[in-house]
């Protein structure tokens, strides 16, 4: 690598001297590296609130920690993560803060952006959900003909499909009987329809998760599903029944015909 294309950090000493220690392991295994340690295990793992986190099947040693260590200081990360919980715009190419934790937190955390609480606004909108939830999942939401929904059908792309989609996998075994769960996120029709050939109208709801309800893929993919449903149903009131928005832009999902306590907000931390 020349001079040019290296980056300030790999001229650093804890990275040299991490590069020189990452040259000694060449020639080792994981294997032996146990049997030169059977402690191994105890050393390089980490039980967390029921989560086993393994790292003991890496090549590295107690002297690698340090060397990660001293990068990690030399780096600035802790200055930098101090800055993130701040709420400082460290997200330059955009001018905005990023504040995913928040939505993760308990709200004991008193994350700021822009001067304002954001805590509180996280778990109201939680609250929310989870109210959502419990009346879809106990039937007293119901469709426009009276049905319960057991059809989940969530539309949207990149991380407004890939998040979801994911924690629903992970969770999987945890899922409630007779629910089914689909996700959309190619703008080529033939994913909506062939999800939709599964689906009844009358059972279904959609969750359109755009930031600004205008992102192309997911508008083209959610305006088809709208279609769907009211040639099906009969009338565009049903859309209420049967459509809820993850976005910030409330005009626009009022204008979609989705009624702004079902819209679950985020802010514009969120990138």
Same mark, same amino acid.
């Given at each position: 690598?020349?001079? @040019?294309? /290296?980056?300030?950090?790999?001229? +650093?000493?804890?990275?040299?001297? #991490?590069?020189?220690?990452?040259?000694?392991?060449?020639? +080792?295994?994981?294997?032996? #590296?146990?049997?030169?340690?059977?402690?191994?295990?105890?050393?390089?793992?980490?039980?967390?609130?029921?989560?086993?986190?393994?790292?003991?099947? !890496?090549?590295? +040693?107690?002297?690698?920690?340090?060397?990660?260590?001293?990068?990690? @200081?030399?780096?600035? %990360? /802790?200055?930098?993560?101090?800055?993130?919980?701040?709420?400082?715009?460290?997200?330059?190419?955009?001018?905005?803060?990023? #504040?995913?934790?928040?939505?993760?937190?308990?709200?004991?955390?008193?994350?700021?952006?822009?001067?304002?609480? %954001?805590?509180?606004?996280?778990?109201? %909108?939680?609250?929310?959900?989870?109210?959502?939830?419990?009346?879809?999942?106990?039937?007293?939401?119901?469709?426009?003909?009276?049905?319960?929904?057991?059809?989940?059908? !969530?539309?949207?792309?990149?991380?407004?499909? =890939?998040?979801?989609?994911?924690?629903?996998?992970?969770?999987?075994?945890?899922?409630?009987?007779?629910?089914?769960?689909?996700?959309?996120?190619?703008?080529?029709?033939?994913? =909506?329809?062939?999800?939709?050939? $599964?689906?009844?109208?009358? @059972?279904? &709801?959609?969750?359109?998760?755009?930031?600004?309800?205008?992102?192309? *893929?997911?508008?083209?993919?959610?305006?088809?599903?709208?279609?769907? =449903?009211? /040639?099906? #149903?009969?009338?565009?009131?049903?859309?209420?029944?049967?459509?809820?928005?993850?976005?910030?832009? &409330?005009?626009?999902?009022?204008?979609?015909?989705?009624?702004?306590? !079902?819209?679950? $907000?985020?802010? *514009?931390?969120?990138?």
């Amino acid at each position: 690598m020349n001079s @040019q294309s /290296e980056s300030p950090l790999s001229q +650093t000493a804890a990275w040299q001297a #991490l590069a020189r220690h990452a040259s000694g392991f060449a020639d +080792t295994g994981i294997s032996s #590296l146990f049997k030169r340690d059977p402690e191994r295990f105890e050393k390089f793992s980490l039980h967390h609130h029921g989560i086993l986190f393994d790292y003991s099947k !890496n090549l590295l +040693t107690t002297e690698t920690l340090k060397l990660l260590i001293d990068l990690y @200081q030399q780096a600035g %990360v /802790e200055a930098a993560t101090s800055a993130m919980v701040a709420g400082e715009k460290i997200n330059h190419t955009e001018g905005r803060a990023v #504040l995913h934790m928040a939505l993760r937190g308990n709200g004991r955390h008193p994350f700021r952006s822009d001067g304002e609480e %954001v805590a509180s606004k996280v778990a109201a %909108v939680q609250a929310q959900m989870a109210s959502f939830v419990e009346r879809v999942s106990s039937g007293e939401w119901l469709g426009f003909s009276g049905k319960p929904l057991t059809h989940l059908i !969530n539309i949207g792309i990149g991380g407004s499909d =890939l998040g979801p989609h994911m924690v629903c996998e992970a969770l999987k075994p945890y899922a409630r009987a007779g629910v089914q769960a689909d996700f959309v996120s190619n703008v080529d029709g033939t994913h =909506l329809a062939e999800v939709l050939k $599964r689906a009844d109208a009358g @059972q279904t &709801l959609f969750i359109i998760s755009s930031k600004t309800f205008t992102t192309q *893929e997911t508008m083209t993919n959610a305006n088809s599903a709208r279609r769907w =449903l009211i /040639e099906r #149903l009969g009338s565009e009131a049903a859309v209420a029944n049967h459509f809820v928005a993850v976005s910030t832009n &409330l005009e626009a999902v009022e204008q979609f015909g989705i009624h702004p306590d !079902n819209m679950f $907000r985020f802010w *514009e931390w969120v990138g």
